[in-house]
């Protein structure tokens, strides 16, 4: 409250605020940690995947207890959250951030952060934003470099600065080029300094901030004050990611790994499957948050009505083939 421009107001609308954070690993984790302890008072967390062994040394919400057992994201992150400030209620969604999800929502968020680490999550983001009229916070890092970017009603959108989802070997992964975690740091530190300027009404900064913490190199670089004339979004009213089909199978970045979600995932009963199961795989564990096992060489997590993350395996056709062998369902 001490600080200039927050004061005692400022920290009351940062109490009464609910932020949607999409993503727990990395930049989700550090911005969850650092809006928790300022006291933002509702954080919603939506996270489809598990505590792993490599995310310890960058994703700083977790312990080696969580990745031992395997605990999804969303519920270790939000547990941590309230262990530092028990005053602020933290909501984990397991689950993938789809348009269905979104949909699910009590109401809309005051803010949106981007904790994630592909470019279709940051366009469904962008596109149900706009749509919403919802500011959000894009963000993105990798290696030693670093992006984040302010995104408010009628200004430039995601979609204005790449029509397109860029190259997958333009921008890197974490599985190519490694990550630093002080890349991390300076990214959700502007991206969380932006938000609680957002919050509690100040002028955000404009611009893409973007870092290198290898080199020493940190800028804001300018970009149009208004929308681009051909924005498909922006100019046009089209919101392509909402109506998009989200894919069955999806390689996640930075491990041997692949997210089964299927069409007709509603009605796996998990408590069945693993009567099932039991005396024909290895490792069998239920948990109140999913189904764990090892067969045919990958290590299975599956949720409540039928999402499954398989480890050991990339290619999504043979991680269907094995999901289909075990679960039995296509």
Not at 46 to 52: G, K, N, P, Y
Not at 138 to 163: D, K
Not at 253 to 265: M, N, S
Not at 272 to 290: K, N
Request: one cysteine or more; proline letters at 7%.
């Amino acid at each position: 409250m001490r600080v200039s421009g927050i004061g005692a107001a400022g920290q009351e609308r940062l109490g009464r605020a609910t932020v949607l954070i999409v993503g727990c690993g990395a930049l989700g984790s550090h911005a969850a940690d650092a809006l928790a302890r300022a006291g933002v008072g509702t954080l919603w967390l939506v996270d489809r995947d598990v505590v792993e062994w490599s995310n310890l040394q960058r994703q700083v919400l977790f312990t080696e207890r969580d990745a031992h057992a395997g605990t999804p994201k969303a519920v270790a992150a939000a547990a941590r959250l309230l262990e530092c400030n028990s005053g602020i209620r933290a909501t984990p969604f397991v689950a993938e951030c789809s348009a269905a999800f979104l949909r699910t929502l009590p109401h809309p968020p005051d803010l949106v952060l981007d904790g994630t680490d592909n470019f279709p999550t940051r366009y469904l983001i962008n596109d149900w934003c706009h749509r919403h009229a919802v500011p959000w916070i894009y963000a993105g890092a990798v290696a030693t470099e670093g992006a984040a970017m302010v995104i408010t009603p009628g200004r430039p959108c995601l979609r204005c600065l790449w029509p397109a989802a860029p190259e997958q070997a333009e921008v890197g992964t974490c599985e190519t080029a490694g990550i630093l975690a002080p890349a991390i740091a300076a990214v959700t530190a502007f991206q969380v300094a932006e938000a609680l300027k957002l919050l509690v009404g100040a002028e955000p900064t404009r611009g893409v901030f973007t870092c290198d913490v290898w080199r020493g190199h940190y800028a804001v670089v300018p970009v149009a004050e208004g929308p681009a004339p051909d924005c498909v979004v922006c100019r046009g009213g089209e919101h392509p990611a909402l109506v998009a089909a989200s894919p069955a199978a999806v390689t996640l970045c930075g491990r041997d790994a692949v997210q089964i979600d299927p069409a007709d995932a509603a009605g796996l009963d998990l408590a069945a499957l693993a009567d099932r199961l039991a005396g024909a795989v290895q490792d069998l564990v239920r948990t109140p948050h999913l189904l764990r096992f090892c067969a045919d060489g990958c290590r299975w997590s599956v949720f409540p009505g039928g999402r499954a993350l398989l480890f050991g395996v990339r290619d999504p056709l043979r991680a269907r083939a094995l999901y289909e062998r075990w679960l039995g369902r296509r």
